[in-house]
T-cell receptor
Framework: SQKIEQNSEALNIQEGKTATLTCNYT??????LQWYRQDPGRGPVFLLL?????KEKRKERLKVTFDTTLKQSLFHITASQPADSATYLC???????????FGSGTRLQVQP | AAGVIQSPRHLIKEKRETATLKCYPI?????VYWYQQGPGQDPQFLISFYEKMQSDKGSIPDRFSAQQFSDYHSELNMSSLELGDSALYFC?????????????FGSGTRLTVV
């Protein structure tokens, strides 16, 4: 069955450091992979999308990589800030199915 | 900019009652998705609609039904409510070419079944 795995434990880092979150998937052939941020009690907010033929995507302090051989995506936040503290969800998307299935998310805590 | 509007924000119902949640997508977004998120869980996909037709189905219980209307708003109808239905319910919308844009989620409806 399809599975999406993200770091189950919270990631605690110091302000100014780079946070790296991992998303591994099995039994997917994703044409796209999306990353979302979710704050408690709020809806997920779309951050970045990366296509299968793209190795890397950047947006301001965010960087996403996509390795279809390893079946893995890495999400980096550089120069992290306490305001980056949230849960980050990844969602690989097969080309045939349009509804996103989310991983369990990684909770990031940036300490001042 | 207009966002996805959900109503009500909070809803308290008793077991075995019915509930109706509403979602108004972003204008010109023709696809609507419903998700359920229990405490400490990731959002679980329930059902989606494209151009008023059901386009995809996830783990939606038979007690739930949904539809999309001519003005593209959608309603999730939940009957014979159970305590386990207590959750946050999110609606999201995307353009038909959603793969390039990501989903826009509403603020959610918090349903509490007592």
């Amino acid at each position: 069955s399809q599975k999406i795995e993200q770091n189950s434990e919270a990631l605690n880092i110091q302000e100014g450091k780079t946070a790296t979150l991992t998303c591994n998937y099995t039994n997917y052939s994703p044409a796209y992979l999306q990353w979302y941020r979710q704050d408690p009690g709020r809806g997920p907010v779309f951050l970045l999308l990366i296509r299968e033929n793209e190795k890397e995507k950047r947006k301001e302090r965010l960087k996403v990589t996509f390795d279809t051989t390893l079946k893995q995506s890495l999400f980096h936040i550089t120069a992290s800030q306490p305001a980056d503290s949230a849960t980050y969800l990844c969602a690989p998307l097969d080309g045939g199915r349009r509804a996103l299935t989310f991983g369990s998310g990684t909770r990031l805590q940036v300490q001042p | 900019a207009a966002g996805v509007i959900q109503s009500p924000r909070h809803l308290i119902k008793e077991k075995r009652e019915t509930a109706t949640l509403k979602c108004y997508p972003i204008p010109r977004h023709d696809t609507v998705y419903w998700y359920q998120q229990g405490p400490g869980q990731d959002p679980q996909f329930l059902i989606s609609f494209y151009e008023k037709m059901q386009s995809d189905k996830g783990s939606i219980p038979d007690r739930f039904s949904a539809q999309q209307f001519s003005d593209y708003h959608s309603e999730l109808n939940m009957s014979s409510l159970e305590l386990g239905d207590s959750a946050l319910y999110f609606c999201a919308s995307s353009p038909r070419t959603g793969e390039n844009y990501g989903y826009t989620f509403g603020s959610g409806t918090r349903l509490t079944v007592v």
